[in-house]
């Protein structure tokens, strides 16, 4: 069965420090896909990255980066100078890859981030 | 601006009756889900549809029903039936391109409460 482990539940940091967001997922596919959703506290869930799993380069986007590993089942989410707009819960999703476009998501539990100044 | 809305925003229901909550796209895309969040969880599939005319139970479809008889339209209702309903709703959509995984794009979802 898939699974998605989100261990971390609240990580509180102050302004500029950095912060890893952990996920470790679990599926007997070869083929899949991993995402991270952040959900301001305005509920809107927002699409920030999407990796299949034949890519295991890591990927920067601005403060953003994550670290893929297929070893250790991880795609873990790192926030640099950490900023109060990154206050929000963020969410690890798996997915598996079918045919005909339908996928399924499976969420983790998410992990709130407060950023004090 | 291209997007999903989702209304009314806030909604109370008595016990015992039927809501329907809406959900609207204008991204053209052909595959739509209706997600249910309860506080410190995850999201949980209600129903998804692939295209018009034709749709899937998720994981949780138990007291809810949907219907897909527009490309843009996706509407969700909450029966009596369903013992539980407080929770955040998220609808989202994808555009279903054959042969891949497509991301999924969310509302802003809709808070429903049980009075």
């Known amino acids: 069965a898939q699974k998605v482990t989100q261990a971390q539940t609240e990580i509180s940091v102050v302004e500029k420090e950095d912060v890893t967001l952990d996920c470790v997922y679990e599926?007997?596919?070869?083929?899949?896909?991993l995402f991270w959703y952040k959900q301001p506290p305005s509920g809107e869930l927002v699409f920030l990255i999407r990796?299949?799993?034949?890519?295991?380069q890591n990927e920067i986007s601005g403060r953003y980066s994550w670290n893929f590993q297929k070893s250790t089942s991880s795609f873990n989410f790192t926030i640099t100078a950490s900023q109060v707009v990154d206050s929000a819960v963020y969410f690890c999703?798996?997915?598996?890859?079918?045919?005909?476009?339908?996928?399924?998501?499976?969420f983790g539990a998410g992990t709130r981030l407060a950023v004090h100044p | 601006d291209g997007g999903i809305t989702q209304s009314p925003k806030y909604l109370f229901r008595k016990e015992g009756q039927n809501v329907t909550l809406s959900c609207e796209q204008n991204l053209n895309h052909d595959a739509m889900y209706w997600y249910r969040q309860d506080p410190g969880q995850g999201l949980r599939l209600i129903y998804y549809?692939?295209?018009?005319?034709?749709?899937q139970k998720g994981d949780i479809a138990e007291g809810y029903s949907v219907s897909r008889e527009k490309k843009e339209s996706f509407p969700l209702t909450v029966t009596s039936a369903q013992k539980n309903p407080t929770a955040f709703y998220l609808c989202?959509?994808?555009?279903?391109?054959?042969?891949?995984?497509?991301?999924?794009?969310f509302g802003p979802g809709t808070r429903l409460t049980v009075l």
């Open positions: 989202a959509s994808s555009p279903r391109t054959s042969g891949r995984t497509d991301t999924q794009y």
């Open positions: 990796r299949n799993s034949f890519d295991e």
């Open positions: 599926t007997r596919d070869t083929t899949y896909y």
């Open positions: 549809s692939q295209i018009v005319n034709d749709f």
């Open positions: 999703a798996l997915s598996e890859a079918k045919s005909g476009g339908y996928n399924k998501l499976i």
